[in-house]
């Protein structure tokens, strides 16, 4: 989502704090990231430390993988 700033004839330093568009973006902004924060999915199987390491010497093996 890109902010309304962008390309705006009415740029200037510190207008974040005073342009109504800026202001109604951001409210919806934090609103979708509140929504998406409250459905994420949950990983239910953590990986051990062991299998941690098993993954990253695969990644770094040499060759066909």
């Not at 974040?16 to 951001?26: A, L």
Request: proline share 3%; hydrophobic share 25%.
């Amino acid at each position: 989502m890109t902010a309304p700033c962008y390309g705006c004839a009415y740029r200037q330093a510190g207008c974040h704090s005073v342009c109504e568009r800026y202001i109604s973006w951001k409210k919806e902004l934090e609103a979708e990231k509140a929504y998406s924060k409250q459905f994420a999915p949950i990983d239910a199987m953590n990986l051990t430390h062991e299998q941690e390491k098993k993954n990253r010497q695969k990644r770094y093996k040499g060759g066909n993988q």
